[in-house]
T-cell receptor
Framework: EAGVVQSPRYKIIEKKQPVAFWCNPISGHNTLYWYLQNLGQGPELLIRYENEEAVDDSQLPKDRFSAERLKGVDSTLKIQPAELGDSAVYLC???????????FGPGTRLTVL | QKEVEQDPGPLSVPEGAIVSLNCTYSNSAFQYFMWYRQYSRKGPELLMY????GNKEDGRFTAQVDKSSKYISLFIRDSQPSDSATYLC???????????FGKGTRLSVIA
């Protein structure tokens, strides 16, 4: 069974540029999460989806971040415009509905210059 | 005070040692407790999952939860160089709620 797939694995951009990350969860997992992990820190939730619906986006900086999960499968996280402080690893995770066991992808490492 | 506290280390042990990793937490509503292992430049990998208080063993790994003390532990027996990684504790209140992570403890097992 394939795990959570994320792309790109690495991204380097200039500040003020837009950037997008893509996630394909484990097949059959209704719940999808985007986490942010800064260096030396644990992951912190940005947004959680139940199927197509964003049910917890209180930590998403909505002035520059947006996310979507069309058709309840793949998801895209976008930053526009990127700032220096956005340099971090963006992790996607998925789980079965009602279960806590979350499975993570390899992450996208973003560097903003 | 953060909801979940974890000593970031680094922790360095000789091969074959017993490793003890710990987290404390402040939110008594947490009921689900997990340990993830994260190798450098990889995503977190679920190692152990426990519900409420008690012990759970899986091979060389044992997870303990003491809800009365708000304290969880992960023990690694007969540690191997391949166990060298960052270990993250995580917990949540109920099913499908976001995980709250500790900072992670960086472990090095020296051959």
């Amino acid at each position: 069974e394939a795990g959570v797939v994320q792309s790109p694995r690495y991204k380097i951009i200039e500040k003020k540029q837009p950037v997008a990350f893509w996630c394909n969860p484990i097949s059959g997992h209704n719940t999808l999460y985007w986490y942010l992990q800064n260096l030396g820190q644990g992951p912190e939730l940005l947004i959680r989806y139940e199927n197509e619906e964003a049910v917890d986006d209180s930590q998403l900086p909505k002035d520059r971040f947006s996310a979507e999960r069309l058709k309840g499968v793949d998801s895209t996280l976008k930053i526009q415009p990127a700032e220096l402080g956005d340099s971090a690893v963006y992790l996607c995770a998925s789980s079965l509905a009602g279960y806590n066991e979350q499975f993570f992808g390899p992450g996208t490492r973003l560097t903003v210059l | 005070q953060k909801e979940v506290e974890q000593d970031p280390g680094p922790l360095s042990v000789p091969e074959g040692a017993i490793v003890s990793l710990n987290c404390t937490y402040s939110n008594s509503a947490f009921q689900y407790f997990m340990w993830y292992r994260q190798y450098s430049r990889k995503g977190p990998e679920l190692l152990m999952y426990t519900y409420s208080s008690g012990n759970k063993e899986d091979g060389r790994f044992t997870a303990q939860v003491d809800k009365s003390s708000k304290y969880i532990s992960l023990f690694i027996r007969d540690s191997q160089p391949s166990d060298s990684a960052t270990y993250l504790c995580a917990m949540s209140r109920s099913g499908n709620t976001p995980l709250v992570f500790g900072k992670g403890t960086r472990l090095s097992v020296i051959a």
